[in-house]
């Protein structure tokens, strides 16, 4: 028998995925998958003309439609310094050649390769769970050894106490998911000085992913680990195009870190993909510029919020209102399924809506009465979506509210 490599043999695709797959072929509401099928944004048409206007003129030295550096054009990394400078109050040098930022594959190639450039078989990573499960796949593939602390309901708080006992000798870095996927928990100051505290102590890196930044509700703030003291030089953070333009498919993200970690993101980036897709770069840039047009995003996805948080309520889940990203993390324990297994397939079977499975983002089954909805799409599917859902409460009383704030 021919043989394999033995780091991909407990490692299966992914749940979001296979749910979407389902319900899709169904003909049904997808709110599993958060692949942000929402209204265009005004942003949209922009990144649509300036990739055809960069495909327009063609193959140049300016690398309008072939290789540029791995780091990524210097346009688009002058505009991404100026973005991380004035909101995200991280320091950042836009030198193609010895500067800090690299333009990457998506958000998942900027964790890849920054795990790539911090992870030796055998080294220990922590991840707060509930976790986005790619994370934890991502440091599986890596040889890494994950390690856990749990992020605890009705707020999502965790114990430092807790985080600093999980380290030992063989931990490299902590990944922290700010604003949080699956439950819509944003970290606070307080927070993160706690964690900032830890790594200095322990002389440990963290790996921030920050994709939903702009996405924050009720004058939450959105704050970058990096912008702490002594940060800036043991962080990685992680931003994402794909969520902040609502164009998923379009796979661009970047990281930026300290200059020697970041000279090893940008080799590992040059290995795994050459360089991110060179016309959308072009069309990034002056979107960029004008990075202050996506803070009303936060307007959008709150309304979006609102039509499934009330459309779960009346449908006897309790929940949760995240204070970020696009997800909710909803306990189904009044609706009297035996698992979140079964919880999803019923659903889907009686009402046509899709969801992922809560123990998917658990390295337990803490999450078997959870299951998770995002709320990236359009209104009137919302909408629809929210009656639907109404078909689960039968019987229920109707009277007991489960919206908790």
């Known amino acids: 028998m021919m043989k394999m490599s033995s780091k991909m043999a407990g490692i299966l695709p992914s749940d979001i995925r296979k749910y979407t797959s389902i319900v899709e072929e169904r003909g049904g509401i997808n709110l599993a998958q958060g692949h942000c099928f929402i209204e265009p944004l005004e942003a949209f048409s922009d990144?649509?003309?300036?990739?055809?206007?960069?495909?327009?003129?063609?193959?140049s030295k300016s690398g309008y439609t072939t290789y540029v550096h791995a780091s990524g054009i210097q346009l688009l990394l002058n505009a991404?310094?100026?973005?991380?400078?004035?909101?995200?109050?991280?320091?950042?040098?836009?030198d193609m050649l010895s500067g800090n930022i690299v333009v990457t594959h998506g958000a998942t190639g900027a964790m890849s390769c920054a795990l790539d450039a911090l992870v030796d078989p055998g080294t220990e990573v922590i991840l707060f769970e509930p976790l986005y499960n790619y994370h934890l796949k991502a440091v599986q593939m890596k040889g890494g050894i994950p390690k856990f602390v749990q992020l605890?309901?009705?707020?999502?708080?965790?114990?430092?106490?807790?985080?600093?006992?999980?380290?030992?000798?063989?931990?490299?870095?902590?990944?922290?998911?700010?604003?949080?996927?699956?439950?819509?928990?944003?970290?606070?100051?307080?927070?993160?000085?706690?964690v900032a505290d830890i790594c200095k102590r322990k002389d440990i890196f963290a790996i921030t992913d920050e994709v939903y930044e702009f996405i924050t509700f009720d004058g939450t703030e959105h704050l970058s680990l990096a912008s702490l003291p002594g940060m800036a030089e043991r962080t990685v953070t992680i931003s994402s195009y794909s969520k902040t333009l609502a164009a998923t498919g379009i796979r661009m993200g970047y990281a930026v870190a300290p200059k020697e970690l970041a000279q090893r993101i940008r080799v590992a980036n040059e290995v795994n993909y050459i360089c991110a897709v060179s016309p959308i770069q072009h069309a990034l840039v002056q979107i960029t510029e004008n990075w202050e047009r996506f803070l009303s995003l936060?307007?959008?996805?709150?309304?979006?919020?609102?039509?499934?948080?009330?459309?779960?309520?009346?449908?006897?889940?309790?929940?949760?209102?995240?204070?970020?990203?696009?997800?909710?993390?909803?306990?189904?324990?009044?609706?009297?399924?035996?698992?979140?297994?079964v919880a999803v397939e019923q659903m889907i079977d009686i009402t046509g809506v899709g969801a992922v499975p809560g123990s998917a983002f658990y390295s337990d089954d803490a999450g078997s009465k959870q299951i998770r909805f995002c709320f990236a799409n359009r209104d009137e599917q919302l909408i629809e979506a929210s009656k639907l859902l109404r078909q689960l409460y039968s019987g229920l009383n109707s009277g007991e509210s489960n919206f908790v704030t």
Do not use: C, H
């Open 47 to 59: 990144l649509f003309a300036g990739t055809m206007a960069a495909f327009e003129k063609g193959r």
């Open 80 to 94: 991404i310094a100026k973005k991380l400078q004035e909101f995200n109050n991280v320091p950042a040098d836009p």
């Open 152 to 194: 605890k309901t009705p707020n999502w708080d965790f114990d430092p106490a807790e985080l600093e006992q999980q380290i030992t000798e063989k931990t490299r870095a902590i990944i922290i998911n700010t604003p949080n996927n699956p439950t819509g928990k944003v970290f606070s100051r307080v927070e993160l000085e706690a």
């Open 298 to 341: 936060s307007k959008t996805f709150g309304n979006k919020r609102q039509i499934l948080a009330e459309g779960l309520s009346n449908a006897g889940f309790k929940i949760n209102l995240p204070k970020g990203s696009y997800y909710i993390l909803a306990d189904f324990t009044k609706l009297g399924f035996s698992n979140d297994v």
